[in-house]
């Protein structure tokens, strides 16, 4: 697997976001993913609120769909909460490169990133190519932040390994690929995360990736907090239940 990022100019107002993009990509080749920075989509598409206006506090509570209760919090500036389908600190709302201004997620994201998939399979006369928004998150227990998928198009975001047998011919139960947050992580790595100003990343010769052209879904790769492993740990998403 090869991953390039692609340098663009400073963004800072909103503007047409495929306009945007067609500016910075080279010419594409079937079978590529073009990853892109939830906050280049989010500010071409105006979703940016000026930290003047309103705190982060209030706007969190606006943004979120819950927020993780935590009375042993000792910086209130950081709030843990879900919003599409993710655990994210602060509704995913972001002050880093925003030039005095807070930035939301986009309000569609699938259907942001369909639209850019629609436009680059057109522009490239391409028949499978995928689009991976991505954002970069915290893991439990773990120093740093990763990358995780918040929307894709162009491929399927799951491999399935149910039934395929192991090195000793036992089929496997329960394995699936998150094929979409594996590629999250790869580009957000690749893109970094201060002033190296480059959003895009281009990801070819992807292993266990399928593409196809139906539309997808959070849902896809979403488990129910009450069947989740992690379920203990999810109580303010389950309603308590034990």
Request: proline share 8%.
């Given at each position: 697997m090869y991953i390039r990022a692609v340098k663009t100019e400073r963004l800072d107002q909103p503007q047409d976001l495929c306009a945007f993009?067609?500016?910075?990509?080279?010419?594409?080749?079937?079978?590529?993913?073009?990853?892109?920075?939830?906050k280049v989509v989010s500010i071409c598409e105006g979703r940016t609120v000026s930290?003047?206006?309103?705190?982060?506090?209030?706007?969190?509570?606006?943004?979120?769909?819950?927020?993780?209760?935590?009375?042993?919090?000792?910086?209130?500036?950081?709030?843990?909460?879900?919003?599409?389908?993710?655990?994210i600190p602060s509704a995913g709302i972001d002050?880093?490169?925003?030039?005095?201004?807070?930035?939301?997620?986009?309000?569609?994201?699938?259907?942001?990133?369909?639209?850019?998939?629609?436009?680059l399979r057109q522009k490239h006369d391409l028949k499978d190519v995928g689009v991976l928004m991505t954002d970069s998150r915290t893991?439990?227990?773990?120093w740093g932040v990763t990358g995780v998928a918040l929307a894709w198009q162009g491929f399927e975001p799951t491999a399935s390994y149910i039934g395929k047998p192991d090195l000793f011919g036992q089929p496997l139960r329960v394995t699936k690929i998150n094929a979409a947050d594996a590629l999250a992580?790869?580009?957000?790595?690749?893109?970094?995360?201060?002033?190296e100003c480059t959003p895009l990343a281009l990801i070819t010769e992807a292993p266990h990736v399928v593409f196809d052209?139906?539309?997808?879904?959070?849902?896809?790769?979403?488990?129910?907090?009450?069947?989740?492993?992690?379920?203990?740990?999810?109580?303010?998403l389950i309603g308590g239940e034990g």
């Open positions: 993009i067609d500016k910075f990509l080279p010419l594409l080749k079937e079978k590529t993913i073009v990853a892109i920075t939830s930290k003047s206006s309103v705190s982060k506090e209030e706007l969190v509570k606006q943004e979120a769909d819950v927020i993780i209760p935590n009375p042993e919090a000792t910086d209130d500036r950081i709030i843990l909460t879900y919003k599409n389908h993710l655990l002050e880093s490169n925003g030039n005095g201004q807070y930035i939301l997620y986009p309000k569609e994201p699938f259907q942001s990133v369909r639209k850019i998939w629609e436009h893991t439990p227990l773990r992580v790869s580009a957000v790595f690749s893109m970094g995360e201060s002033s052209d139906k539309n997808h879904n959070a849902e896809e790769l979403c488990i129910d907090p009450k069947e989740d492993l992690y379920r203990p740990l999810l109580k303010p």
